[in-house]
C-alpha cells in the first residue's frame, strides 16, 4: 500500500539512493523520532495484565519500580530507567534486559544502562536458588565499578515492587518524563543529525 500523503525516495535499492531520497527520508525521521517516548510508552502499556504468576503484572511491577526510586529522590533519568528496565518482558521471555537495555541505550549514562543490562543476574540473587541455579551468579561482577550500584537497585527498588497494597504514581504521572528523556539521542550514531534537526 503506497502512503500518499507524504514523499517517498526513489530508490529500489540503498545503492541507488540520491541526496533527494535521503532529504526526503530525513524530513520524515524529523516528525518521526520526537515520538519515541510515546512509542516506548504504547509498548509498556502491554505488560498491563500479564502476571507470569507474580502478585502483580508486570506493569504495576514496573510503576512500583520507578515509584519507589522517584520518592527516594533519585534523578529522573534513574527513575525513567527503572520504570523501563522490564519493558523487554514481553518480547524478550529469556533475556529481558538485553530488549530493555537496547531500547534505553541511546538515552542512559553508562551506569544506568549497565544496571539495565545487569539487573536480571543481580535480581536472581533473591530466587535463582529456587530454580536450581546459582543465586551468586552476579558475584562474576564483583569488582565491576557499578557492582554496588546494581545491587542496590534490585534491593531498594525492584525486588520490593511486588507489593499488591502498594500505592505506585500511574503511569501518567511518569509520562513527562519517558517524553524528555527518550525524545534524542543521547549517545547514537545518529545524534548529530537528530541534533540538527532538532535545532532547525
Known sequence: MT????????????????QEDWDIIAREQKEFAPQNGKRILDHLKLLGGDY????????EH??????????DGRD???VVMALLHDI??????FNHPDVAAAILKPFLSEE???????????????FFHYLGLDRDMRDQFKDHPYYAACAEFCEKYDAPAFDPDYESEPLEF??????????YPRTSIYKKVMVEEAAE
Not at 3 to 18: E, L, Q
Not at 112 to 126: E, K, P, R
Request: glycine residues 10%; proline residues 3%.
Open 62 to 71: 514496573c510503576l512500583q519500580t520507578a515509584t519507589r526510586a522517584h520518592r
Open 76 to 78: 529522573e533519568e534513574y
Open 174 to 183: 511518569f509520562e513527562p518524563m519517558v517524553m524528555r528523556l527518550c525524545s
Open 3 to 18: 502512503d500518499m500523503t507524504h514523499d517517498h525516495a526513489s530508490f529500489r535499492s540503498m545503492i541507488d539512493g540520491t
Open 52 to 59: 507470569g504468576g507474580f502478585p502483580v503484572d508486570r506493569l
Open 88 to 93: 523487554g518482558d514481553t518480547l524478550g521471555a
Open 112 to 126: 544506568n544502562l549497565w544496571i539495565v543490562q545487569h539487573h536480571g543476574i543481580f535480581q536472581g540473587h533473591y
